[in-house]
T-cell receptor
């Protein structure tokens, strides 16, 4: 089955710790995205990548970093500089970065701070 | 810059009643518009999208939406609500560069038996 997988489902972070959220897709999509969802709010874009080895900051990139070394993988690192990391993180992909293309979402990772 | 407003963070309907979820957008250019549904602790699933073809768009699970340029609206409707429709619904507009989505704040739909 083709799709997007995110792991882990739940992640706990200690103060001062960096944590990495995994996102893998086997849809052969060029573009990938990371969003943050806070309770009762819509999704906000953290980073996006239109093609392998390239990525751009979204609206709330501070305290986060990404890499895109492989087409199918787009991991997100939440650094210690992100002071309020507790949220639901969603990864998405689309066949191309064209504005008319549908973004397909993974099941999400919930990050909690200890 | 594009933006999306969803009127009503919570909507409650009875089973079998009409569902109407409101979405208004602002965009300097003809937009591409999307409706997604999210069940608790899950990712988002596409319901339907408008990409400048027909103004009345039919989606999955009996939902449809009508693009009205004069009203800058893209409201989501379903003639008869089912209990399984209870979820959170998000309207989104695609920005012109890079397929970045701007989301509305979401509307939580509750269906009463």
């Amino acid at each position: 089955d083709g799709g997007i997988t995110q792991s882990p489902k739940y992640l706990f972070r200690k103060e001062g710790q960096n944590v990495t959220l995994s996102c893998e897709q086997n849809l052969n999509h060029d573009a990938m995205y990371w969003y943050r969802q806070d309770p009762g709010q819509g999704l906000r874009l953290i980073y996006y990548s239109q093609i392998v080895n390239d990525f751009q900051k979204g609206d709330i990139a501070e305290g986060y970093s990404v890499s895109r070394e492989k087409k199918e993988s787009f991991p997100l690192t939440v650094t210690s500089a992100q002071k309020n990391p507790t949220a639901f993180y969603l990864c998405a992909s689309s066949i191309s970065p064209s504005s008319r293309e549908t973004q397909y979402f993974g099941p999400g990772t919930r990050l909690l701070v200890l | 810059a594009q933006s999306v407003t969803q009127l009503g963070s919570h909507v409650s309907v009875s089973e079998g009643a009409l569902v109407l979820l409101r979405c208004n957008y602002s965009s300097s250019v003809p937009p591409y518009l999307f409706w997604y549904v999210q069940y608790p602790n899950q990712g988002l699933q596409l319901l339907l999208k408008y990409t400048s073809a027909a103004t009345l768009v039919k989606g999955i699970n009996g939902f449809e939406a009508e693009f009205k340029k004069s009203e800058t609206s893209f409201h989501l409707t379903k003639p008869s609500a089912h209990m399984s429709d209870a979820a959170e619904y998000f309207c989104a507009v695609s920005r012109n560069a890079g397929n970045m989505l701007t989301f509305g704040g979401g509307t939580r739909l509750m269906v009463k038996p």
